[in-house]
C-alpha cells in the first residue's frame, strides 16, 4: 500500500510503534565527529522523525543495531554462567539502500558461514527495514558500481516531500499503524555516482604479491577506522571481564575487531602475520572485491564509501579498487 | 535455539608434566572426537583458547598446553579434580581413511607433536591395517622433548627418529633439524605414502619441500595450520586465509590445497 501522511500523523505512529519496536534511525550528534568540530551520524534510538537526518549519509552503518559494539555472551560466577536475558521488543530500523544490501553480507557470515549465531539471529528475527530513499548521491559513494543502489528488500520505503511523508508498506502487519491517502509514488534510488569502481573479473591470489600494496605501508596508520564504519564487517575479538566489587563474577563479551590494527593475527610465540600496513590494506580489500564473492558468489563491499570519508590519511578504497583493475587490465 | 559459545565444564582426571612450562591434561569427555580436532578452552575472567587434542579415549581428550600467557599461566595452577570449561570439537581434523593401508609418515616439530599424537595412538593399536609408519620428530634441545613415555613405547614397534636442535654435554641422541633426517625415512613406494607434517611455520616450509624434493607428491602431505582464532565456529574472522577459514575447513589441509592459501 502507497500512502502519503503529516508528519504529525507519521509521529503518531511512531508513537504507537514504540509499544512494540524500538525505532532506530540515523541521528545527527553535534561535535562528536572524528574530526575536530565536526558532527558525528550514527545510529540511536528515536521516537520522532524530526530526529532522524535525511540530509546526510550516517558515518556509522546501521550494523551497530543488529550486532553491538560490545556482546554480553554471558555472565559468570566462578563454576557458573547464565546468559543476558534477551530483548523482547521488536526493532524498526530506518536506513538505505546500500545498507540494506550489506545486511545480507550480514546474515551470510553470522547464520550461514559455519553455525548460526545465535545473538545475531535473535536480533535478526525481530528486525524490520524502513528504507530511506536516496535522492542524489553523496561524497564517496559508488553503490551504483556494485549493484546495490536499488532494493526491494524492505518493510517500508519511504520518500520525503516538504509536504508529506510518503510510505510504501510492504509488510502488512505495519499496515494498521498508518493512516494516509493513497499516492503513487517511487522511492527514490540514484543511477549514477561521481565515483566509479570496476571490479576486475580476472584477479588470482597473485595479486597479493604485487608491489601496489606497498604505498600503503606508509599511508596507513593503522587506526581501524574504515571497519569499524564499514556496514559489512563482522570480526570481533572475545575478551573475558570481572568486575571490580566482586572479583567472582564477570562476563565474556566480544566486541567489534578490525583487521588493520596491531594485534590482529598475534599468536603465542610471538608469530603473527602482516606486519606491514599494506599487507592488512590488501587483506581487507581482497576479502570485499575477492575472496568473499569467491566463497559466497557476491561481492562484500556495497560501496557506501564510509571508509573514505572515515581516514584520516585520505586512502581513498574506491581507487584502491581501480589500480587493482588497472593491474588486471596491463595483465590482460 | 543452540548457543555454541556457551562451553561445558570437564573435570580435571590427571595431570601429566613434561617439561617446567608443558603439561597434559586429561579432561572427562564424552563424545566423537578426531586427531587434528580442537577445543576452546577457558577460564572465566582469564578468556578462552583453542587447543588441540592431544590423546583421545573413551570417557576422556588430552590437552597438551604449553604456557604462555594469560589462560594458559592460570590452567598450570589446576590441579586433578578440578575443573575448567571447554566447547568444541572444531575443525576438520585428520581423516585416517587418507592414510589406511599407507606408508604413513608423521613429521612432527615441537608442540607440533601434540596434534598428531591422536594419529600415532591409533596407527599403534592397529598397525595391520597400515604398509609402514615412521615417526620423525624434533624439539629444540633435551630439556623440551615432549610425551617421553609415550616415545619409549612408540620406538617398540614403530619406526621413530627423535632429533634435538641443539644440546650440551654428553647428549648420546641425534642433533640436528628434522629436515635433516627427511632423507634417512626409508620409502618403499613413493606413490603410497601419506605425510603429515605439523610444528612452527618454519619448520612446516622446509619440513614441506624437503619431502617434495624426495619426490613425494603435494597430494600426499598433509599440514595442519595454526592461525589466530576467538571464535572457532567461522564468526570472528581472525582465522581466515583468501577465501578459507582455518577453523572450519582446517586446521588440516592437504598441501594441494594448503599451497594456494595466504594469509
Ligand atoms: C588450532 C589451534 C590449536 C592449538 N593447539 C595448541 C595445543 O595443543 N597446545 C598449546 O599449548 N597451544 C595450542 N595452540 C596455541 C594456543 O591457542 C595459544 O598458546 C593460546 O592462545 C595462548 O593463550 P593465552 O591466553 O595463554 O595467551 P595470551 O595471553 O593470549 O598470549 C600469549 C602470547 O601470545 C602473544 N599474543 C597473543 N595474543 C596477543 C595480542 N592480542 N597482542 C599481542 N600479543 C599477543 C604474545 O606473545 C603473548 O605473550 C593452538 C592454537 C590453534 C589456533
Ligand atoms: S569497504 Fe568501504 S565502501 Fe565498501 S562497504 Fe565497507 S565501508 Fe562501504
Ligand atoms: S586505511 Fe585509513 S582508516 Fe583504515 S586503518 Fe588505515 S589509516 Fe585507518
Ligand atoms: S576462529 Fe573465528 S572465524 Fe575462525
Redesign the pocket.
Known sequence: MKIGLSRESFNGSLKQLQEEYRIYAPVSMAFKGTFSDTDSIRYKEITTIEEIEFERKSHF?PKETLLPITQVLFYFTEDEYKEPSSDEKKLLVFLRA?DIH?VKRIDQMYLKNGELDPYYKHARDRVKFVLIGCEESFR?C?CVS?GTNQTEDYSIGLKLTAEEVLLDIKDEDLNVYFVGEEKEFQVDYVTSNDTKVTVPDNLSGDVAKSDMWREYDKRCIACGK?NF?????TCFAMQDIFYKDNENNGERRRVWASCHVDGYTDMAGGHSFRKKHGDRMRY?TLH?VYDFNKRFGYH?????????D?CPQYIS??TCINKLNDLGEAEK | MKNGYLPIKSEILEIIQHTDIEYTFRMAYKGDVKPGHFFEVSIPKYGECPISVSGIGKDFIDFTIRRVGKVTNELHNFKVGDGFFIRGPYGNGFDMNDYKGKEVIVAAGGSGLAPVKGIIDIINDNQVEYKDFNLLVGFKSPEDILFKEELKVWEKDLKVILTVDQAEGDYQGNVGLVTQYVEDIEVDDKDNVAVVIVGPPMMMKFTVEAFLKRGIREENIWVSYERKMHCGIGKCGHCRMDDTYICIEGPVFNFSKAKHLYD
Request: charged residues 15%; contains cysteine.
Open positions: 552503518s546500500c550489506a564517496n559508488f556494485m574504515c564504519v564499514c556496514p559489512t564487517c581487507k570485499k562484500m563491499c556495497v560501496g557506501c564509501g564510509r571508509c573514505d572515515a578504497f574506491s
